[in-house]
């Protein structure tokens, strides 16, 4: 049984991390956003380079991360962090990249200064 359960756990962290990567986040009009226009925020809490993310569980649902695969590299300003969960997701300048659930539209930055530790990443 313990076998089968890492390989369901495997097949799992696999098929998300391939089905819901992004490509590298790019910038536009002044501000990083996702493959598909979406805006990219960073969060306060996340430490600059620690190579974590803050934000998981209930954060995550409200400000899903920008994932990236296990193929992925790191370049420039770009890096790539490990979650808790052990999937990767993309990192501009050392800081968690992450769209907003409030956000409807491409250019849309509803996400911008909540709580006064959401920011638009630029």
């Known amino acids: 049984m313990k076998i089968f359960s890492i ?4 097949f799992i962290a696999f098929f998300f ?5 992004e490509p590298a986040p790019k910038m536009s ?3 990083l956003v996702n493959g598909t226009g979406m805006t990219l925020y960073t969060f306060d809490n996340d430490p600059s380079g620690s190579g974590k ?34 999937s990767k997701q993309w990192a501009y300048k050392g800081k968690p990249l992450y769209t907003y ?20 990443a630029k």
């Open 7 to 10: 390989a369901v756990f495997s």
């Open 17 to 21: 991390s391939t089905v819901y990567a």
């Open 29 to 31: 009009g002044g501000m």
């Open 53 to 86: 993310s803050a934000c998981n569980s209930q954060c995550a649902a409200l400000w899903p991360p920008v994932m990236a695969s296990d193929s992925d590299k790191a370049q420039g300003d770009y890096s790539i962090v490990t979650r808790d969960d052990r």
């Open 101 to 120: 659930a409030g956000d409807k539209k491409p250019g849309d930055t509803a996400g911008d200064n909540v709580k006064e530790v959401w920011h638009i």
